[in-house]
């Protein structure tokens, strides 16, 4: 918990807590491989052609990270241990390099970002988020706004709430009071002191730690190298048509599935026909293929476990807490669909009806929703997510030592693994954004999420509720000062970890959204691109129109869009 420092004085003071466990797995990988970091970036227009001012940037920024202490916190060693320190005075003023103002070409974002996610990290142990302000000559009624934090302070949660919290401020005229920098740094301890047992004895608790882990061995994944000491990120991104995105969401409620279950059998679908494809054309040996088709199939899937931890923590603003309160969870899957005809095209797979009948997928699919809901209602539950932060606090710590086999060719076995367990890949559905990061500001009054709104909310962080509401948009009701915004696009850039490879699906603006992101050091980009628009095609079919016949073939109708593509600085 935290603590006042040994230098805090009456009039300084200054706030220090040890990192925990998954925040110390991730100050790890960022500091020793530069990756983990988060580039959320908001493309925002203005209703009647007015935009903030520089310093109205520079005023919101201080409130926010009033709200949001962590975002002016640094990273110290404190009696040995890795540590969050937070100053008071660190709060008033903007410190050199948190606020970036510039001014580019609108069609120069893109670049701008890759530059940034290639070149030295904008990110340190003293500097752990910053925000850029990008004005565009060619386009005065629309700007860009980027946030860069480190993921041991935010995640997917957290980073929509900040979003929203600065467009909301922003955008108002008006501000709430600032609670007592004590209170907001009470919401935003390690996440091991908001675990609901933790009344229990040191002992049981620590026999729950030590059972709290599932056993796998095994496992495949797609032709890959080890990684290496520079990571590349690289992303792909496809989307479907709103009306086809209700087709396939009305066929999951139809089944009674999530489209997260439909979603990892859609990605092992596409997997398989990915290596299929590779083996039929002499890419992969045989001896790799005949592995592939006897080993079970393991996926990474982070979840937010929020909602998990203590309810009164989470019911008065846990669930959109600037913080990080994700884990993963490693599932398993059934083996790999193939089909046992010869493909009448001696270099491409079967067609999809062949690989693995509709019957079998919506099969498949429940038994996802089955191994899930069983982990999700298992009395250690959250004790076995301990397992992912331990064996992402290993890695990073032994990077040093797989730096020097960098580049060696792995094919699709496991490597360089203490437990010989390989993951395929990582998986999550972000499920719908504009829940939780509306696209209009400021908010109205009575939205749910709006500080001035009576209404209690899991994820309306940083603020007391207000008694009194207070028209915020409307007409002549509009405060000085106020301005009207929208978000008109937005992208979540992932600095990668070494040798990753994360596939996300989201529902914005009822479309659905599927992105990819890589280590383009490890795996090839083209087999990725190729996956990727298996993957979609899979969708379609299975969960679109999967009655009406086979679709034509992804190249022609599954286009891919490569969103990263300024080649690494060396």
């Known amino acids: 918990m935290w603590r006042a420092a040994p230098e805090s004085r009456p009039n300084h003071p200054v706030f220090v807590r040890p990192l925990g466990l998954t925040e110390l797995a991730f100050y790890w990988t960022a500091t020793r491989r530069g990756s983990g970091d988060i580039y959320m970036s908001l493309e925002v227009g203005a209703t009647d052609n007015s935009l903030p001012s520089d310093a109205k940037f520079t005023e919101t920024w201080c409130s926010i990270r009033r709200r949001f202490p962590l975002l002016a916190a640094q990273v110290r060693v404190v009696d040995g241990k890795e540590c969050f320190v937070v100053q008071e005075s660190y709060l008033s003023h903007v410190r050199a390099g948190e606020l970036t103002l510039i001014t580019i070409a609108s069609s120069e974002v893109q670049n701008f ?36 934090a480190t993921h041991m302070i935010a995640d997917h949660k957290s980073s929509a709430t900040l979003s929203r919290v600065f467009l909301d401020v922003l955008s108002s005229g008006r501000d709430l009071p600032h609670l007592p920098l004590a209170d907001r740094l009470a919401m935003v301890p390690a996440r091991e002191a908001l675990w609901p047992h933790n009344g229990m004895t040191a002992a049981r608790r620590h026999w729950r730690k030590a059972i709290g882990f599932a056993v796998f061995s095994g496992g495949n994944s ?94 008065n603003g846990g669930g959109g807490e600037l913080l990080l309160s994700s884990s993963s969870l490693r599932l398993s899957l059934p083996f790999m669909p193939i089909s046992l005809q010869t493909p009448a095209n001696r270099s491409e797979p079967p067609p999809f009806r062949d690989m693995l009948s ?103 962080a940083g603020f007391l509720t207000s008694s009194t509401p207070t028209p915020t948009r409307n007409g002549g009701d509009r405060p000085s000062g106020a301005y009207c915004l929208h978000v008109d696009d ?45 993957v979609k095609a899979a969708c379609i079919w299975y969960l679109g129109y999967a009655q009406s016949g086979a679709l034509p073939t992804p190249q022609s109708r599954c286009k891919v869009t490569l969103l990263h593509t300024t080649p690494a600085t060396t």
């Open 358 to 460: 509709l019957a079998r997928f919506h099969l498949r699919c429940k038994v996802m929703k089955s191994q899930t809901q069983k982990l999700f209602r298992h009395p250690l539950f959250l004790e076995t997510t301990i397992g992912s932060s331990l064996a992402l606090l290993e890695q990073a710590k032994s990077a040093t030592d797989r730096d020097a086999k960098s580049g060696e060719e792995l094919g699709c076995r496991a490597y360089s693994s203490s437990s010989g367990v390989v993951a395929a890949y990582t998986i999550t559905n972000l499920g719908v954004i504009d829940n939780i990061f509306p696209t209009s500001y400021p908010l109205d009054s009575e939205h749910p999420l709006s500080p001035w709104s009576p209404a209690t909310h899991p994820a309306k």
């Open 222 to 315: 797609f032709p890959r190298k080890e990684p290496a000491a520079l990571v590349r990120s690289r992303m792909l991104a496809t989307a479907i048509p709103p009306d086809i995105s209700k087709t396939i969401l009305a066929t999951c409620r139809a089944q009674g599935i999530t489209f997260g279950n439909a979603f990892s059998i859609l990605t092992h679908i596409a997997m398989s026909r990915v290596l299929h494809r590779l083996y039929l054309r002499g890419l992969i040996s045989e001896e790799d293929w005949q592995y592939c088709r006897m080993q079970p199939t393991y996926i990474n899937s982070p979840l937010d476990l929020r909602s998990y931890l203590d309810p009164v923590w989470y019911r």
């Open 490 to 534: 937005w992208q979540t850039y992932l600095q990668c970890r070494p040798g990753e490879l994360y596939i996300a699906s989201s529902i914005f603006q009822e479309q659905l959204t599927m992105t990819m992101r890589f280590d383009a050091t490890i795996y090839d980009g083209e087999m990725v691109r190729e996956w990727l628009e298996e």
């Open 113 to 148: 970002i890759h530059d940034l996610l290639d070149g030295s990290r904008p990110l340190s142990d003293e500097l752990l988020a910053r925000v850029y302000i990008i004005r565009h000559p060619d386009c005065s009624n629309k700007l860009h706004i980027l946030f860069v």
